[in-house]
């Protein structure tokens, strides 16, 4: 145990000629790259070729923990997945919760690289130094909730990634979750393992530990953080809603059906709803927390008079309106129980199959809906489906896409791949897409604020949430003053303060790089983004715990560097494999108005107050990488920039 | 479910698994405390994910616990609470 907050190794696993073999960790990664995602980016850069295809050998599976993980840090909890996304060629990163990370590092690996493809189903056990390939034949066929479960049985204390049908059919938009409430992998992951016929990676807690360089330093850092989430104000609350508490005031006047172009307007009194849905879901709640997460937004949910048991990694208010919305199936005389117990319902037939409802799934049925509903596809392309917005046709549609059943088999393959099968033109009705997925806000309702622009220019998916800047920015219109503090805590220099802020706006294309720097570093640390947690957090305080845990002592500037190194490697990973400014440009729809039933929505900024054109966009972006030190014209980073940042031997490559 | 801790201390420490949220909080604080390293498998306290159960989890102790209490410290659930044994007569 050499590095202090490192377990020291890297494990190596081969599925095709079932070697295994660790390597330990050098120093000099670990100094310039940190963990998490940074020294994933570099193991995928190095080991998966550019052109590979998602569903072959040759794409690897490299999932990644930080130094923070394994430590009693709040909300270190997170471990880091890249690969080659079969949903769009790209390279994204997710992370996800549970106990994955601090499990695999109690065994005594930072880093997991999973390469190859086997014969026949198997699962990765990783127990200290027992890692081994076991048969599963017998959990091949099996659902996310169920594998986890059994496996669980066989081994007790473990965390397990597993995949679900979907991800054995190959299906481009499976997801799954670690342990029943962490979502991991938008992009296809699943897809990946299942070519892999890797039914399942499990982690048993292990028996080494993870040293910190200054124990007495980062436990008086941990005890300040605490004090301050206990003292939180929404803390008591949350206990009993979880994100839904934090979320009830994000829903709007109607839901957005994520590929329409109008409203799908709520009921006049979806208040008095929410709030009796709220109550429903506060008693059928058990919290459940990632390892060491003091605000455990995890969902048990019990509904026993509508026999429903089941979990979910955060049941947000939005997420449990729309579910029972107009979109899919929602009766306008629907009770608040019958609504939440189809949302439940819904939810836990995605997450059972491995499918990934936010991010495609929801946006992919209404836009073939649409696509019906105008005629463009009919019950011949169907296979005699019939193509209504009911619920049970919703979760018709949900089983033909886990097992490619008939039409299914289209939608498996995301939005783009949907329309380019079903040709007709079908692709013009695609609205609201990034790269490939469905994004989460539509800035016309939502303002065009930091979440919003993170969405175009975030590599390999549209995540907005994950790396801008933070609330309070997620909402619309807060002051100028607020959003300073904001950026201050962020640790945005004041040179470039003064850039981006005036009076009485900022430029959220300059803005976004530093809300990447920021976030950025929560991936590498393995340290949750969520806003819950997160808000705990400062440049400073990261520095600080940093420096506690590694024994390296870093300030607040070394560590902003540290991160654009990994986000300009990130964005050559995914250059190299042709993404450039063209994938960062907006929506054609975000510029034609969104028309309400009595008022239409146009793109605003995040004031609504100046109207935004194509070519304010544009400018933006302009602006973004002109902050980010990239070419206009392509988005490549600049050989100055990325000599700047030690990384010379990317330059012309 | 009330559990109970060591002899050796006039201290016990009771655990409400129906309040736990799985966070492991107070397995890392009690193996630091040990000896400065966090390891789960060390504690003295052990919170174990269990399946179709009600309380998903359940909260044991190991036999030379000594009830500093330390867990209790850092549970932020109010799951743990730290009482002083009744002398037994």
């Known amino acids: 145990m050499g590095l202090p907050g490192y377990a020291g190794n890297i494990l190596y696993v081969d599925l095709t000629s079932g070697s295994i073999r660790k390597e330990p960790l050098d120093a000099e990664t670990a100094r310039t790259y940190i963990g998490g995602a940074g020294i994933n980016n570099k193991l995928a850069y190095d080991l998966i070729p550019p052109d590979a295809e998602p569903l072959s050998p040759q ?204 409203f799908l307007l709520y009921p006049p009194n979806v208040k008095e709803i929410q709030g009796q849905i709220y109550e429903i879901h506060k008693r059928s709640r058990k919290k459940i927390a990632c390892i060491t997460c003091p605000m455990s937004d995890k969902d048990r949910l019990n509904l026993p008079e509508r026999g429903i048991l089941t979990y979910d990694t955060a049941v947000f208010a939005v997420g449990a309106i729309m579910t029972a919305s107009p979109a899919f199936g929602h009766r306008a005389e629907s009770s608040p129980l019958d609504r939440y117990a189809d949302a439940l319902r819904f939810f836990d037939v995605v997450n059972r199959f491995g499918i990934d409802r936010v991010y495609s799934f929801e946006g992919l049925i209404d836009f073939v809906a649409t696509l019906y509903e105008e005629g463009i596809i009919t019950k011949e392309d169907t296979g005699g489906v019939e193509l209504s917005r009911e619920f049970d046709a919703l979760l018709k549609l949900t089983k033909m896409a886990a097992f490619r059943e008939g039409f299914g088999d289209i939608l498996a393959d995301g939005v783009v791949g949907a329309a380019h099968r079903i040709g007709k033109g079908a692709d013009k009705y695609i609205q609201n897409v990034i790269k490939g997925q469905f994004v989460i806000f539509d800035p016309r309702v939502s303002g065009f604020g930091p979440m919003q622009f993170e969405m175009l220019v975030y590599p390999g998916r549209p995540l907005g949430v994950a790396a801008a800047m933070g609330a309070p920015s997620y909402s619309p219109g807060w002051p100028i003053k607020e959003l300073v503090r904001q950026a201050e805590r962020c640790g945005v220099p004041d040179e ?136 206009k014209k392509t988005s490549l980073p600049t050989a100055k920039k990325l000599k700047e940042l030690g990384l010379d031997s990317l330059v012309s490559s | 479910m009330l559990e109970k801790t060591a002899k050796k201390s006039t201290l016990l420490i009771n655990a409400d698994a129906s309040k736990c949220a799985g966070c492991m909080t107070c397995m890392l604080s009690c193996s630091f405390r040990l000896d400065s390293t966090f390891n789960l498998a060390a504690a003295r306290i052990q919170v174990r994910k269990l399946v179709n159960h009600p309380n998903e989890f359940e909260i044991t102790f190991t036999n030379d616990c000594d009830a500093c209490g330390i867990c209790v410290k850092y549970c932020p659930y109010e799951a743990l609470t730290h009482q002083r044994a009744r002398k037994e007569v």
């Open chain 1, 59 to 262: 794409n690897a599976i490299i999932i990644g923990t930080g130094p923070f993980n394994g430590t009693i840090i709040p909300g270190s909890s997170q471990v880091m997945v890249i690969y080659k996304s079969p949903l769009n060629n790209a390279f994204p990163h997710s992370n996800g919760g549970g106990y994955f990370s601090h499990f695999l590092k109690s065994s005594g690996y930072d880093h997991l690289v999973i390469t190859g493809r086997s014969d026949k189903p198997v699962y990765l056990k990783i127990h200290d130094e027992d890692v081994e390939l076991c048969d599963a034949s017998d959990l091949w066929g099996k659902d996310v909730f169920e594998t986890t479960d059994e496996l669980r049985q066989r081994y007790e204390q473990c965390s397990v990634i597993p995949i679900g049908q979907a991800g054995e059919n190959l299906v481009n938009i499976s997801v799954t979750q670690i342990d029943k409430g962490g979502t991991l992998g938008s992009g296809g992951l699943c897809a990946v393992m299942g070519s892999k016929k890797l039914k399942a990676i499990v982690a048993v807690r292990g028996t080494k530990g993870i040293m910190a360089a200054d124990p007495k330093r980062l436990q008086k850092l941990v005890d300040e953080i605490l004090t301050r989430v206990k003292n939180y104000h929404l803390r008591d609350e949350m206990m009993k809603g979880g994100a839904m508490t934090m979320t009830s005031g994000w829903v709007p006047e109607g839901a957005l059906a994520r590929n329409s172009s109008v």
């Open chain 1, 496 to 631: 470039a303060i003064g850039r981006i802020f005036t009076d009485n706006s900022f430029n959220v294309g300059r803005l976004a790089k530093h809300g990447e720097d920021f976030f950025n570093l929560f991936d590498m640390f393995g340290q949750c983004h969520r806003l819950y947690i997160s808000r705990f957090y400062s440049m400073e305080i990261l520095a600080e715990l940093y420096s506690a845990v590694t024994g390296i002592e870093v300030t607040p500037t070394d560590l902003k560097a540290a991160s654009e190194r990994v986000w300009n490697l990130w964005k050559m990973l995914n250059y190299r494999a042709g993404f450039d400014r063209k994938d960062d440009e907006p929506p054609e729809i975000w510029f034609q108005p969104l028309k309400g039933e009595d008022k239409e929505y146009n793109l605003k900024d995040y004031f609504f107050a100046a109207p935004l054109a194509r070519e304010d966009v544009d400018r933006l972006l302009d602006d973004y990488y002109d902050e980010r030190g990239w070419d």
